[in-house]
């Protein structure tokens, strides 16, 4: 079977290899006798794929001993609530505002606490994001929120933030795309569905120290203290998600870990960005200080052509190009196992369109 170049934002490309591997795991997972999918979470077959998972993220990310993994359910929009009804308490939280999913944790926060958004690129389109000079913080501020990628508009961070006061990442869209070092946070968050597997885990890294200023008159599912002390199995985990999870962990382990998933990362999105700015036909949809290497945004500034180019490409088997909702336009999304074939593919179709349209 011919398998099609999938350039969809999430849930996304995930690699073959693994794709494989799972496939032989949900008919008999290490000659158990029985699939991973119903290998019960009690186990210690099935202990030793989340202490395996949890031991992975801990190396690729670099995390302290004073940083605790959890895998949770919910996906990143239970966080969106579940970090300030645990933190804020009443207290005042800043928040950075790149984007929808930055805008809907901010609603978020606002039912549990002050939030002072204390930089907003809405005036813009949400097409860059902001410079360090351009953010500050009271002193009284409990923590720091932001959305590292933007997967909607196509704007990305380039740094971990350098905040005063406790720092607090929503990851989803760029999780182990590149190295981090994971112990500048203080609460670290990404659904799986773009890099790290199929939807339906999410996962949480968090402080230690920070389970002594969470709300203990929470309901229990939503304390992470909680989760921590039940090694993320207080109810079923997702079993599934966290197997999936642990494999690509493994699979990046095997590519020579983040430095060579980011170099790569940066050889698809240099290929596919000078495409876009090769003639001008094609333009990048967010300032180029600020682009996404996980998900560009383009378009040939003709709404009827842009539906057209995307039209076209899913027949010839290049699928997932067509720009979200809210904000038009073509997005490719390059997630860690994106090919350079589906690239090459993609820049071809680009440039047959324009010679016919330009």
Known sequence: MTRNHNFSAGPAVLPESVLLEAREALWDYQGSGIGIMECSHRTKLY???????????RRLMKLTDDQEVLF?????STQFYMVPANLLRGGRAAYIETGHWAEKAIAEGKRYGTVDVVWSGKSTGFDRVPKPSE??????TRYLHYTSNNTIYGTQFTEVLDSPVPLICDASSDVMSKPIEGSKFDLYYA???????????TVVVIRKSLFEQCDPDLPTM?????HADNESMYNTPNTWGIYFLERVCAW???????????????RRARALYAEIDRTGFWRGMCERGS???MNVTFTSGNADWDTTFHTEATKHGLVGLKGHRIA????ASLYNAQTDAAVAALVAEMQEFERTHG
């Open 328 to 331: 038009g336009g073509l997005r």
């Open 222 to 226: 939503m304390r992470y203290k909680v």
């Open 191 to 201: 659904g799986a569905q773009k890099n790290l597997g199929p939807s339906g885990v």
């Open 252 to 266: 990046i382990e095997g590519q020579g870990g983040l430095t060579s998933i980011e170099a790569a990362n940066q």
């Open 72 to 76: 949770l359910q919910g996906g990143a």
């Open 291 to 293: 682009r996404s290497v």
């Open 47 to 57: 202990e030793a794929v989340v202490q395996s998972a949890r031991d992975r993220i």
């Open 135 to 140: 953010w500050s913080v009271q002193k009284d």
